[in-house]
Every structure is written in structure tokens, then in C-alpha cells.
């Protein structure tokens, strides 16, 4: 068995939407939080939405999507105040010497796997397969964590050699901002 990571395509969004709403905060019971949770809840037409944008990567098995990452740029969001927040904050977040508003930023996330293909590398494969493809058009990736998430905060560090940038709240939560150059 191999996992193959590919852009997404319509056929794959039904099984994408159930990835999400099996990990989704608020559907998923507090005990299996420490695992993970994907905040957002999007619908079909919002996964197009981020796939026109930029990309989504699937990763497939036997058939079956297994995870995806979902990758936008900040002028998708306009009107969310979360992206809102996080455009202004990148005018003044200083990262490699200049402000991280002056890169070609990318937003990679969200990334979810399905609870029973954990603990295979797909997170990294995801990840791998974007910066080696729709990635070079980019020179620095972004994500948000949610405080509450101890556990993407972990990976996006450990696996991913992102960096916290800042930390800010917003809507009553606190976020932890991360990047990495491409």
C-alpha cells in the first residue's frame, strides 16, 4: 500500500468533507481533541474555492482520500476577520529581515487526516508534495494554530521546521502564527 499525494479533484470532495466534519472542533468528542481538530468548517464550494486559489492536495490510498491540505493566499479571505487580523499583523512581523508582508506568503491550511491513517506520514507527504509543486510559486508559507490545538502546533514545528512569528487573539481565541520559508 502507498500513498499518493495529487491535487484534488470534484470526486474527491465528498470524502474530503467527511475527513472534515470526523475532526471538526465541536463534533469532536474533548477526549479526542488532544489529537488533533480542524477549526473551520467549508463546504464544497469553499474546497473549489481554495483549490482555484492555489491548491488542494489529497493524499490517496488504495482509492481512498486519506488527508488534505488545503493552500490559499490572504486576499481569498477578505471579510473573514481572523485572515483580517493576520494580513495587518504580517506588516509589521519581522521575519528574515523584513517584514513578512513583503514575501510571497501562501497560507498552508488546513491540513487533516483521517483519524485511522494517522501515524503514517501523511502530514509530511502533503506538505512535501505542495512545496515541490504549486509551493514554488511562493517564498514563504504561513499557517495559524489554535492554542487550543497543542498537538498541530507540535507537528508544524517538529515535522515541518516552522517558526512562531507571533502570537495574537482573536474572537475570544488565541493563535499562534507560523512560518517557514519554501
Not at 488532544?34 to 463546504?43: C, I, P
Not at 494580513?87 to 513583503?102: A, C
Amino acid at each position: 500500500m502507498s500513498i499518493k499525494c495529487r491535487r484534488m479533484n470534484d470526486s474527491d470532495i465528498d470524502q474530503v468533507i467527511a475527513i472534515q466534519n470526523e475532526n471538526l472542533l465541536g463534533k469532536v468528542p474533548d477526549s479526542d481533541l488532544k489529537g488533533g481538530f480542524v477549526q473551520g468548517e467549508f463546504t464544497a464550494a469553499a474546497f473549489r474555492s481554495f483549490d482555484r486559489d492555489v491548491a488542494v492536495i489529497v493524499a490517496e490510498e488504495n482509492g481512498k482520500v486519506a488527508g488534505y491540505l488545503c493552500t490559499s493566499q490572504l486576499a481569498l479571505h477578505q471579510g473573514k476577520e481572523l485572515l483580517r487580523l493576520i494580513g495587518e499583523r504580517t506588516q509589521s512581523i519581522i521575519y528574515e529581515g523584513k517584514p513578512l508582508s513583503q514575501y510571497k506568503l501562501v497560507i498552508t491550511g488546513p491540513i487533516c487526516i483521517a483519524k485511522a491513517e494517522r501515524g503514517k506520514g501523511i502530514f509530511e507527504q502533503l506538505y512535501s508534495h505542495f512545496f515541490a509543486t504549486e509551493g514554488k510559486a511562493f517564498e514563504v508559507s504561513i499557517c495559524f494554530v489554535d492554542d487550543a490545538n497543542p498537538h498541530s502546533l507540535t507537528v508544524h514545528i517538529n515535522k515541518l521546521g516552522m517558526q512562531v512569528v507571533d502570537k495574537f487573539e482573536c474572537e475570544g481565541r488565541s493563535y499562534s502564527l507560523l512560518a517557514n520559508k519554501i
